[in-house]
């Protein structure tokens, strides 16, 4: 028998709408989807069709209406806040298209600062320099960001992500602000963090040239999953 791939998130029927003016606006609708260990999943889609509202939920960012999300088999409906936050922090690596790096700290900073401020997280300043060899930053962790190319800064990201080992690492249009070439770098760093350290990677794009690197995609048009490609 084959091995059924370790799920570390679940959708079950989620359900997000936000009050627009008079009327009630659906940003998704029941849908459901599994996040696997290892795996790269792009959530593909134009602007508008959910998936930022989609992953600020598979990120304990927000509940949903309906339905649940489920975190390595256990259900978050009833999880209070502290339970989520540790989730977030210990769990959940985030990579942002705008980077949200700190432009007062340095590259080795900036990728400590899960650290600082989860000063229980068993990650040293090691770590960190290890991580920004793994992204191709070997000796820049003195650079601020602002000296820096957007292709160095999203990698910088994406080590800081890693800093606490999650289970998952969720990337909202990492590549949107990057050239073609610093965006397949990103692209292949973030399936090498499934690859190698079994994250569930989940990304949202609407860029078709990330389409190569998926274990999985699934299409999203109006709140929905209209179709689930397995590669
Ligand atoms: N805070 C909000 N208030 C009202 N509408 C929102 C809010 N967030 C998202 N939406 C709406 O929900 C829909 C889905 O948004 P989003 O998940 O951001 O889509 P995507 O990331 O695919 O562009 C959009 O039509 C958007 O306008
Ligand atoms: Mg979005």
Known sequence: MPNSPNTIIAAREVSVGFEQGERRFTALDAVSAEFYAGEITLLMGASGSGKTTLLSLLGCLRSPDSGSIEWQGKSLSRAREPELMQLRRRQIGFVFQSFRLFPALNALENVMMPAQIDTELPATRADAEELLCAVGLEGKGSLYPRQMSAGQRQRVA????LLKKP???????????????S?????????????ARGCAAIVATHDPRLLPLADRILFMRDGKIIARDEV
């Open 183 to 195: 965006g397949e770098q990103v692209a292949e760093l973030l399936k090498a963090a499934a690859k």
């Open 158 to 161: 994406v080590a800081r992500a």
């Open 167 to 181: 289970a998952a690492i969720l990337a909202d249009e990492p590549t949107a602000s990057l050239d073609t070439a």
